[in-house]
């Protein structure tokens, strides 16, 4: 197996999905003998980065202004002089300073071209350089149909569908109900307590999310004889506070503001999924993937979700139970009042292919095929 050289480029390294991706993948080069690169703005998870024998050049190369031209010279000149057999883009304006570097680059020394789509970005020209990679990497099938639908001249044959995947050994299955964890987090937030089902609905403080949605299954099950209470892991944000104070309102208008918990993030997500009956995954805006459908599960924990997006296809093949239409809040209801009452078990059998190890392998194996491709090429 050939020694391989990968440049990402990704706008910071700071948190979040594509970050979080960015360092899985530099890791996985190093752990296979290859050089990892990583060129961002920097950011929080550098440190982390390098720990693991990656390296990392700072360049700001995120920022939406003209004077990010500059930066094309400044790749270009990277490029030339660490001589990286592929340079893996995952963001737009990243991508389109490194493709345009690598165009001013002599052929016989371009470095192969990778891109990710990591989320279903609002389609056009400007969007349309994530499709321009010789492998386009899609994290779930419902982002590859997005691509071919919204770019219809894109080769299908470059497209790799390569799901998220997550740490299995972080989110281990647990015993069901643990009441120990919801003592734990009762004592830090006393409203999770009571005799009835806690649901969860982890996520940042955006409409987008959800919670409203959230905050009237909860009414509605109350309203029916059960103690449910919710906790909304991550909602609370600085510059959040009017949309927190709408959820709160709108849950003592209903009469049940005492079983509303709305936190900022919890660093003991997996802990969270435990002391919970019921995940619920109500995004308004179909997402790309779904990552909270693969922890939750992965603990033993059924998830209620909005059947639209990665987190509807993930839902369908894993746990079609929790797959509702999208808004109907009767048929919200009645999934988590079925869930509750059956807490039935995920498709194990398929589980395997969300891990992050095989997010891990299967990317490696995309760029070991395309610079495999790319050499085969250059010898004729």
Known sequence: MPRLTVVQLLPALESGGVERSTLEIAEALVRAGHRAIVVSAGGRLVPQLEQAGAEHVTLDIGSKSLLSL??????????????????HARSRLPAWLGWKALGAMPAAQRPGFVTTVHGLNSPGYYSAIMTRGERVICVSDTVRRYVLEHYPH????????????????????????DRAMRAQFTDEHPALGGNGPLLLLPGRGTRLKGHGDAVALLGRLRAGGLDARLWMPGAREAGREQYIGELEQQARQGGFGDALVITPPTARIADAYAASDLVLQLSRKPEAFGRTVIEALSVGR????????????????????????PFDGDALLQAARSLLASHPASSAATMPAYTLRAMQDATLATYLELAHDRHRIADH
């Not at 500059?70 to 001589?83: E, Q, Y």
């Open 70 to 87: 500059r930066h094309v010279r400044t790749l270009r000149d990277l490029f030339l002089r660490l001589r990286p057999d592929l340079v």
């Open 154 to 177: 894109t080769d299908p044959g470059k497209l790799r569908v390569i799901p998220r995947g997550i740490d299995p050994t972080r989110f281990p299955r647990r015993a069901w109900p």
């Open 302 to 325: 059924p998830v209620a979700g909005w059947a639209h997006g990665g987190v509807g296809e993930l839902l369908a093949e894993l746990q079609p139970q929790g797959a509702v239409p």
